[in-house]
Nanobody, 126 residues
Framework: HVQLVESGGGSAQAGGSLGLSCVIS????????VGWFRQAPGKERVRVAT????????SYADSVKGRFTISQDTAKNTFYLQMNSLKPEDTAMYYC????????????????????WGQGTQVTVS
């Protein structure tokens, strides 16, 4: 079955950097959306960044644009979120997710299309 495993969370000071990784196993195809989401305590989950595996098209939430970078290593089926210039408001549980392959790149911004989820990794910025 499809598995997503995140790693790399931790603590950082404001202005610092952290990198997250997400390994996706048992899920290959010609192209699908992968997203990084985050949820802070008492708040709704929000989409932070997306990438379409075929071509590498990316998108970012306004709150992280210019600070976060999503990327992929297709050979390893691993996806990354590099977070720079961190702010306390970036504190949250971060999740990676993969969308159903029936949906193309135009659907990467539709949160409901994400079918597979990792267990999350905590990021704390102080």
């Amino acid at each position: 079955h499809v598995q997503l495993v995140e790693s790399g969370g931790g603590s950082a000071q404001a202005g610092g950097s952290l990198g997250l990784s997400c390994v996706i196993s048992q899920y290959t195809g010609s192209g699908y959306c992968v997203g990084w989401f985050r949820q802070a305590p008492g708040k709704e989950r929000v989409r932070v960044a997306t990438i379409y595996t075929n071509g590498g098209d990316t998108s970012y939430a306004d709150s992280v644009k210019g600070r976060f970078t999503i990327s992929q290593d297709t050979a390893k089926n691993t996806f990354y979120l590099q977070m720079n210039s961190l702010k306390p408001e970036d504190t949250a549980m971060y999740y990676c997710a993969a969308a159903d392959q029936r949906y193309g790149r135009l659907w990467c911004s539709d949160d409901e299309k994400y079918q597979y989820w990792g267990q999350g990794t905590q990021v704390t910025v102080s």
